[in-house]
């Protein structure tokens, strides 16, 4: 459940809680959750029950959610209540690091988008990440 | 410079042969086409001879000359020095059939309408004059009113007068083929007024001798008044309405395709194409046959990969057919290389034609700056020892001419431009520079671009012979998917009509203070 992210060479630094040191192209740490999502089928289309904001295309100016204000990852923008979201525990202002094995935190929206929402699977299982999360993991431990 | 040599009319047209039947009228073809509007005039009749390959006729002038010209001059035919021969007679008179009617044919119209209307313009001043000269005693005195209108009708007339002179009285540009529809309807219009005025004028004052000359002048008045009605008409029908452009005509030469296009407003079809041609004279390029075809060794390796031998067979004309269906096919079949050679002879003419050029310039420049304008303030002569010759224009063109001489013939052979510029003319244009202070770069533009058609026109009265071809009779008004061509004796003008669309101009009023800007915003997407 609560694992250390591996580090991935990232361009922006991540820093959730604790300072980070940023430096780009150093590789980043970070304290990530795994969220499994069923997807739902409503009409003819599987809908997880969130949604997403940012990417590499984007202003990253504009994100409420993220402590640094040129961070361009995706990040949870609303999750709707009793969604398949809200049931997995994905929470508002959560950054997606991952999607399947896929890397989140260098993609465009619309790459993020597709890969969320390829019909030929039911199932995502996210990496995300949000504030406090390395400071409960310090708690949890302790 | 060279390909312009001439042969004397007789020497190779008596022949009866049938080859050499062939080669004269080809030949034929060739010096009406290489001189464009020679002093000779072109015929109107084009005399094709059958079944001849396009390769033959352009490419390789120069050797068709110089092979024939030994043949057909030995053929001795009956006709002796004194006699005339057939082909002599129909040759004259065919130049006499086309002399005199282009040359009446020509000035007929404008003739018979410039006739009308100065009559029609001295009616006015013959009503008045009539009673004043026949019955002067019996006439009633007029006073004020007279002179008013006597005022007013001079000033009428004059108006008339110069009116008509700016607008009417001008060379015609063109002979068209059919009556000119609006012109002859306005000419019977005139006649018919000026007419039916003078028949009533004829019975009602001329006849019983009418005394009331204040009547008579208000009825010249009314006249004048009618004909700046007329030319009013004339005015709009015959200049105005064709000013508003409503149909795009495309202008493509059916031999190198070089093409344009127009907009015009409402015309004939005979109309059309004489504005057509009057662009086509300044817009398109010179039509160089020279610069036509394929190189003929191109195309001739398709054809001549196979032999075939024919075994036995009697019957002459099925094989030749036969032979070259087979040919084709086998042609097609082959895998065809052409494109390759043709890619590596285009860009290696093009390599040539920039080198030539490099040296033309080079030559030019260098030219150039052997002669200097002397001013006026200057002493004529420098040193004793230096005298400097002071040359007029023409001589110092002719001294400058020589260093670049060389250069200049070897880029027009490059570019297939001999036959336009001879060396008179291009020491008369050097001339023509040197006089005007233009630098190197200016000198050679005429020599570097293609100019238009009227470049290259010697001055000729005759004019040039156009024949319209065209399904609708000329004068119909043009009309959106017609197609007319104008045809000369070795290429035609393909001219298709298309209406311009119909615009629906629509308004859209934006504020100035709306224009505000924002930073990006963050896109969010439900999945």
Redesign the interface.
């Known amino acids: 459940m609560w694992t250390s992210y591996p580090s991935v060479p990232n361009m922006e630094p991540f820093d959730n809680n604790c300072t980070l040191p940023v430096v780009p192209g150093q590789p980043v740490t970070a304290v990530v959750q795994r969220i499994e999502i069923h997807k739902l089928r409503h009409a003819d289309n599987l ?2 029950g ?5 990417g590499m295309d ?2 990253p ?3 409420p959610f993220s402590a640094d204000k040129t961070d361009k990852g995706i990040y949870v ?2 999750v ?1 209540p009793q969604g398949p979201a809200e049931v997995a525990g994905l929470k508002m202002g959560d950054k997606i690091m991952q999607v399947n094995g896929w890397d989140m935190t260098m993609v465009t ?1 619309d790459q993020a ?1 597709k890969r ?2 390829k019909k030929k699977e039911d199932v995502v299982r996210l990496l995300v990440t949000r504030k406090g999360l390395e400071q409960a993991v310090k708690n949890a431990m302790m | 410079m060279d390909n312009e040599s001439q042969y004397s009319g007789y020497s190779y047209k008596s022949g009866h042969s049938r080859s050499s039947r062939k080669h004269r009228d080809r030949r034929d073809r060739h010096r009406s086409k290489s001189r464009d509007g020679s002093s000779r005039g072109d015929k109107s009749v084009t005399i094709q001879a059958p079944g001849e390959p396009l390769l033959d006729t352009e490419s390789t002038r120069g050797d068709d000359r110089d092979d024939n010209w030994g043949e057909t001059t030995t053929v001795v035919t009956g006709t002796s020095e004194h006699s005339v021969s057939n082909e002599d007679l129909t040759r004259a008179s065919k130049e006499l059939e086309d002399s005199s009617p282009l040359e009446c044919r020509r000035f007929a119209a404008p003739v018979l309408s410039g006739a009308l209307g100065l009559f029609a313009l001295l009616t006015p001043l013959a009503f008045l004059l009539l009673p004043q000269l026949l019955w002067r005693e019996q006439l009633d005195p007029c006073g004020v009113p007279c002179e008013g209108l006597y005022v007013s009708l001079a000033f009428k007339l004059l108006v008339l007068a110069l009116s008509s002179w700016a607008l009417f009285l001008r060379q015609p540009r063109a002979t068209l083929p059919r009556l000119f529809v609006f012109r002859g309807l306005l000419m019977a219009l005139l006649f018919l007024f000026v007419a039916s005025y003078w028949l009533f004028y004829g019975v009602r004052v001329l006849e019983p001798r009418e005394r009331d000359y204040r009547g008579i002048v208000g009825y010249a008045a009314s006249l004048v008044d009618a004909l700046l009605f007329i030319q009013y008409l004339a005015l709009v029908l015959l200049e105005i309405r064709q000013l508003q452009p409503a149909f795009c005509l495309k202008v493509v030469r059916t031999t190198d395709g070089a093409s344009r296009f127009y907009n015009v407003g409402h015309f004939s079809i005979q109309r059309a194409a004489v504005w057509v041609l009057d662009q086509y004279y300044s817009d398109f390029p010179v039509y160089n046959p020279a610069l036509l075809n394929l190189p003929k060794s191109i195309l001739s390796k398709k054809m001549s990969g196979f032999k075939v031998y024919s075994l036995g067979e009697e019957n002459s004309t099925n094989n030749s057919t036969g032979q070259s269906r087979a040919m084709i096919a086998a042609a097609a079949r082959r895998r065809d290389n052409s494109h390759n050679e043709y890619y590596y002879e285009e860009a290696e003419m093009e390599r040539r034609v920039r080198k030539r050029k490099a040296r033309l310039v080079v030559a030019v420049e260098e030219a150039f700056t052997h002669i200097k304008r002397l001013q006026d303030d200057e002493p004529a002569a420098s040193s004793p020892k230096h005298p400097r010759e002071i040359m007029d224009p023409r001589e110092a063109a002719q001294a400058i001419f020589a260093p670049m001489a060389r250069a200049m013939q070897k880029f027009l052979r490059t570019t297939r431009q001999q036959p336009y510029h001879s060396m008179e003319s291009i020491i008369a244009h050097l001339q023509f520079c040197i006089t005007h202070n233009m630098t190197p770069k200016a000198f050679l533009e005429r020599y570097l671009n293609t100019g238009p058609t009227l470049q290259y026109q010697r001055e000729n009265g005759r004019g040039r012979q156009w024949t319209l071809v065209s399904e609708e009779p000329v004068t119909s008004a043009l009309r959106q998917g017609q197609v007319f061509s104008l045809r000369r004796l070795d290429f035609a003008l393909v001219v298709t009509v298309t209406a311009l669309p119909f615009l629906n101009l629509g308004e859209e009023f934006i504020d100035p203070k709306s224009h505000k800007f924002v930073m990006r915003l963050q896109s969010e997407t439900s999945v």
């Open positions: 809908i997880l969130f949604s997403i904001g940012g984007q202003d100016g504009q994100n923008t609303r709707t929206h988008r969320l929402t």
